[in-house]
């Protein structure tokens, strides 16, 4: 068990919808990261938040946004769902934002468009 | 471009002999570079971290090598069991101690056969 926690498991809604990713972090770590994973693109980052803050951001579409609360989870908001957005998506945490630092991944929310 | 390659097709071995999965990459200069294993509907699990100025790194069975001059990196497993069956992922991050925005390669999946 990597201690990292995503609700829900599995996620079916139609395309146009909007649906929230929650994920809570390893106790102690401050980072999170977001991955989306298909079959046929792999894992591609999506965005990174470290205490708060945003910190990286890679190819997340903007019809999606996430946020760290105070309490350090976090969510990821996907907005006008599309048939392509049904995917694997992924949160990890570190204890660290940079440098070396292991990602601890969480088992995933599988999302369903139809 | 900027790229992470791994051998896209299934690696089948025989159970007791030894695993080498090949990591290639190019245009980038990683200060790190690290191993994952994932499960079928699981996520990545961490395995092995290594740095530029490290050659070798060995966990038990596993052994890795960085070769910065090559852009390549190797990931032995020694007496291999069914149970490594898996696919295997190498991941960098492409600004060499920055945000630890891990880039993954798409994996390569191993078969161990008793």
């Known amino acids: 068990d990597s201690g990292v926690t995503q609700t829900p498991k599995h996620l079916i809604t139609a395309t146009g919808q909007r649906v929230t990713l929650r994920c809570s972090p390893r106790s102690g770590d401050l980072s999170v990261y977001w991955y989306q994973q298909s079959l046929d693109q792999g894992l591609q980052f999506l965005i990174q938040y470290y205490n708060g803050e945003e910190r990286a951001k890679g190819n997340i579409l903007e019809r999606f946004s996430a946020q760290q609360f105070p309490d350090l989870h976090s969510e990821l908001n996907l907005s006008s769902l599309e048939l392509g957005d049904s995917a694997l998506y992924f949160c990890?945490?570190?204890?660290?934002?940079?440098?070396?630092?292991?990602?601890?991944f969480g088992n995933g929310t599988r999302l369903t468009v139809t | 471009s900027q790229k992470i390659e791994q051998n896209s097709e299934a690696l089948n071995i025989q159970e007791g002999k030894t695993a080498t999965l090949t990591c290639n990459y190019t245009n980038y200069s990683p200060a790190y570079l690290q191993w994952y294993r994932q499960d079928p509907g699981r996520g990545p699990v961490f395995l092995l971290l290594?740095?530029?100025?490290?050659k070798e790194k060995r966990k038990e069975r596993l052994k890795v090598t960085f070769d910065t001059t090559l852009k390549q990196s190797l990931f032995h497993i020694t007496a291999s069991q069914p149970a490594d069956s898996a696919t295997y992922l190498c991941?960098?991050?492409?600004?060499?101690?920055?945000?630890?925005?891990?880039?993954f390669g798409a994996g390569t999946r191993l078969a161990v056969h008793p």
């Open positions: 991941a960098l991050d492409p600004f060499s101690g920055g945000y630890n925005k891990l880039i």
């Open positions: 290594i740095r530029e100025n490290e």
């Open positions: 990890a945490s570190s204890v660290l934002g940079q440098g070396a630092s292991p990602l601890h």
